[in-house]
């Protein structure tokens, strides 16, 4: 499966943005997908996951009532709500997506990467 992920900018704080991974090739209904994030200098961390049916969502304790996942799989796309974005929530932002239906967080469980979209927020 191919990633495109997009809709990322600038934002102030307090303001909201929606990411989107739009997948390609193989079904996409039988993939978990997840949004991972890196900042300048530290390692990519977990930000949220979603079952295949989207019928269980997990989140990081960072991000967790701020932040939405949903997916669309009559369309290909995984989405990321962000809202009352804080300065710390800067970083490039991954989709990826995971073949097996057990949800992971750690970046070595998924198998397919986006190219990432940066988020920057300012204080």
């Known amino acids: 499966v191919q990633l495109q992920a997009s809709g990322g900018g600038l934002v102030q704080a307090g303001g909201s943005l929606r990411l989107s991974c739009a997948a390609s090739g193989r079904t996409f209904s039988s993939y978990v997908m997840g949004w991972f994030r890196q900042a300048p200098g530290r390692e990519r961390e977990f930000v949220a996951t979603i079952s295949w049916s989207g019928s269980r969502t997990y989140y990081a304790d960072s991000v967790k009532g701020r932040f939405t996942i949903s997916r669309d799989n009559a369309g290909n796309t995984v989405y990321l709500q962000m809202n009352s974005l804080k300065s710390e929530d800067t970083a490039v932002y991954y989709c990826?997506?995971?073949?097996?239906?057990?949800?992971?967080?750690?970046?070595?469980?998924?198998?397919?990467w986006g190219q990432g979209t940066l988020v920057t927020v300012s204080s």
């Open positions: 990826a997506a995971r073949e097996n239906d057990l949800v992971v967080r750690v970046p070595s469980g998924y198998q397919y």
